[in-house]
T-cell receptor
């Protein structure tokens, strides 16, 4: 079974530039998550989709971050414009819908803003 | 914040010893899960314990849950060098929204 795919693995950009990350979840997983993990901290949930609808985006900084999952499969997360404090690993995860399910994570994209 | 907290933040033990890490959380939960993260990699699910369970085992892992104290513990017995990683607890209140703790960094010395 293929896992969660993310690209790119690494990205370095200058502040005020824009950047986009891509995620392909496990086939059949209706729920997709984007997490931000700052070095030394636990993953912070940015947004949760179920199919192509947003379930929770309460911690997404909507002035600069946006995410979409147009066909209920792949997803992109965009930052525009980036700030130094956005330097982190961005993790995509997916899960089945239902009680007592687990999340499957991709390898993440390490973003460095200089 | 709904994020939980693990303690200790860092733990260093000799191979063969047991490692215990704790997680405290703030809200009512449907289940609590533990994940492992090797350096520079994604998270891997280890074990899930439901809110009506008090203890669960999986191989060398033993998890306990005390919902009255809003806390959980993860015990790794007979640790190996390969267990070196960060360990996170994650709570799910029932909406498949996983809120992660701050993590415990475990180093197992060969």
């Amino acid at each position: 079974e293929a896992g969660v795919a993310q690209s790119p693995r690494y990205k370095i950009i200058e502040k005020r530039q824009s950047v986009a990350f891509w995620c392909n979840p496990i086939s059949g997983h209706a729920t997709l998550y984007w997490y931000q993990q700052i070095l030394g901290q636990g993953p912070k949930l940015l947004i949760q989709f179920q199919n192509n609808g947003v379930v929770d985006d309460s911690q997404l900084p909507k002035d600069r971050f946006s995410a979409e999952r147009l066909k209920g499969v792949d997803s992109t997360l965009k930052i525009q414009p980036a700030k130094l404090e956005d330097s982190a690993v961005y993790l995509c995860a997916s899960s089945l819908v239902g009680l007592n399910t687990e999340a499957f994570f991709g390898q993440g994209t390490r973003l460095t803003v200089v | 914040s709904q994020q939980g907290e693990e303690d200790p933040q860092a733990l260093s033990i000799q191979e063969g010893e047991n490692a215990t890490m704790n997680c405290s959380y703030k809200t009512s939960i449907n289940n609590l899960q533990w994940y492992r993260q090797n350096s520079g990699r994604g998270l891997v699910h280890l074990i899930l314990i439901r809110s009506n369970e008090r203890e669960k085992h999986s191989g060398r892992l033993r998890v306990t849950l005390d919902t009255s104290k809003k806390s959980s513990s993860l015990l790794i017995t007979a640790s190996r060098a390969a267990d070196t990683a960060s360990y996170f607890c994650a709570t799910d209140a029932g909406g498949n929204q996983f809120y992660f703790g701050t993590g415990t960094s475990l180093t197992v010395i060969p």
